[in-house]
């Protein structure tokens, strides 16, 4: 029998018990899932970053520590943590992500706000083709890669960033820190899925917004410290940044004094471009229980010196 310790905030048991059960039996594994066991009798720790677990050390016994999220910038740095951690890569999540940057890209590119707007009068006006608007991705893993591939899809030319050189198909693609303002150069629609690190912390700030064509919009799904706020407002309140939506925050919820919500050129939405789906992500689990029960390789193990 596998002990995996479910360690998460309460409300979660209920939503995730009985899917990991299921994934686990239909992968043929005996696992005994509970939310309590002695520390010393786990083998696997299933995770949610707002669990009270802090403290990894007494857990002599367990070989992973099992994300249910994507970013791990809650658990990536704690020095207790000497086990293997995984991050969360679940289709449904995937698949919730390109919806909502597809809905978002596609929203901005027809001025659907302004035609919300205008409903008191006849003003004809012709957007541009999908092929005439420029979009950028600063992060091109599991999640960019997939919205870049939408986009592509529908005809945008687009480009991308990470930190290491890729080869997508339809993708122009650039890396490192000289790539970046290249990368930004033409973008009049910005998607920002980074993970949040050290490195990426204030990666949208003053000198990049200034790097951007004037009237560029924005779209953050990816972490709140990706972007430097004061520089943010400060380039809405002169259009060089003519809209930005907002998914995620330093502070969430979002205070409700923040300037962001009362600003007329910023969307707020309470992050949920991408939740995790209970039933793909308990899949994914049940997998790396397997693997790490028949000596392969873990998926989705992070480096913890690259912090993601
Ligand atoms: P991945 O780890 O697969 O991809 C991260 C990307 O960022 C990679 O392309 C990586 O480059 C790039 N990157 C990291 N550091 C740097 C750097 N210093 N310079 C340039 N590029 C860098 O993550 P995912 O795509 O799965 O997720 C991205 C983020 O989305 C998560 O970390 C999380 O914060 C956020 N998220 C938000 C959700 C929401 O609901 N709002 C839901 C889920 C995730 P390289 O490819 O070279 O390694």
Redesign the pocket.
């Known amino acids: 029998m596998i002990n995996a310790l479910f360690a998460a905030h309460d409300t979660r048991w209920d939503t995730y018990a009985a899917p990991l059960k299921a994934a686990f039996q239909a992968k043929g594994l005996e696992v005994d899932l509970r939310q309590d066991f002695p520390p010393e009798a786990v083998d696997y720790i299933v995770y949610a970053p707002n669990s009270p677990l802090q403290d990894f050390a007494p857990y002599t016994r367990c070989k992973a520590v099992l994300n249910l999220w994507?970013?791990v910038e809650r658990i990536v740095g704690n020095p207790t943590l000497t086990q293997p951690l995984c991050r969360m890569?679940d289709p449904g999540?995937t698949r919730s992500?390109v919806e909502w940057v597809t809905g978002h890209v596609l929203r901005y590119h027809l001025d659907i706000d302004a035609s919300i707007a205008r409903q008191d009068r006849w003003q004809p006006f012709v957007p541009p083709l999908a092929e005439e608007r420029p979009v950028t991705f600063l992060?091109?893993?599991?999640?960019?890669q997939a919205c870049a591939q939408a986009l592509t899809q529908l005809g945008f030319p687009v480009s991308g960033?990470?930190?290491?050189p890729?080869d997508l198909p339809g993708v122009t693609c650039y890396?490192g820190p000289d790539g970046l303002e290249p990368a930004l150069s033409a973008a009049e629609i910005v998607v920002l899925?980074?993970?949040?690190?050290k490195?990426?912390e204030n990666i949208l700030g003053a000198r990049t917004l200034a790097a951007l064509p004037k009237g560029a919009r924005i779209l953050n799904?990816?972490?709140g410290p990706l972007i430097d706020d004061a520089a943010l407002l400060a380039a809405l309140d002169t259009g060089q940044v003519a809209h930005a939506t907002l998914?995620?925050f330093r502070t969430e919820p979002l205070p409700a004094e923040h300037p962001y919500w009362a600003h007329p050129r910023v969307t707020v939405t309470p992050?949920?471009?991408?939740?995790t789906r209970p039933i793909t992500a308990s899949r994914v689990i049940a997998e790396n229980i397997h693997r790490g029960e028949t000596d392969q390789p873990l998926l989705y193990l992070v480096d913890r010196l690259?912090g993601?």
């Open positions: 994507a970013g890569v999540l992500m992060g091109l893993g599991e999640l960019g960033w990470a930190r290491t890729k890396h899925l980074l993970p949040d690190t490195e990426t799904p990816g972490r998914d995620v992050h949920i471009a991408a939740e690259q993601y």
